[in-house]
């Protein structure tokens, strides 16, 4: 698990992959990929990887509506989850674990100046399902094996 692979994307619906680089900052397929493997969206993968998904493969998604409504709340409130470099995770839920990855992709995203930022007071909501939407499409064409599940720690 790991790079998102084309060959996985293929079992994917081209629709499905339309709809994100329509809800996205991203002008085509080529572009929308580059961006998933890109700085703003591969450490938070390689994270979510990391700490969840290698321990728990193929497990149900959670509530997208209610995942992505925390998300905008933990970013609205600025809340640890998504503003601290390496939060303790042990007691987490799979959810919490799904917010941690929207918020950390917006914020990254808005601080990258990507169009997030100018959007997000009107559309938080939209903005934070089309990123819980992201993660669905990674999980779904994620490479077994792939060694690359190892994004920095920041602990000294």
Known sequence: MGQPSQAGAAQLSSQHERLLVELLPVKDASQFHEW??????????????RDFLLANPGGPDPDKASTAQKARDALNSRGAMCMMHNPFKQSWSAEDHHVR?????????MVGGLRFEKDWKKSSLAI???VFEVLVYLKAT????A?????PRYEA
């Open 101 to 109: 990855f929207i918020a950390a992709v917006v914020s990254d995203n």
């Open 147 to 151: 060694p690359d599940a190892n994004p």
């Open 142 to 145: 994620a490479v077994p094996g």
């Open 128 to 130: 934070a399902g089309a």
């Open 36 to 49: 998933l493997n890109g700085e703003y969206v591969r450490g938070s993968w390689d994270e979510f990887l």
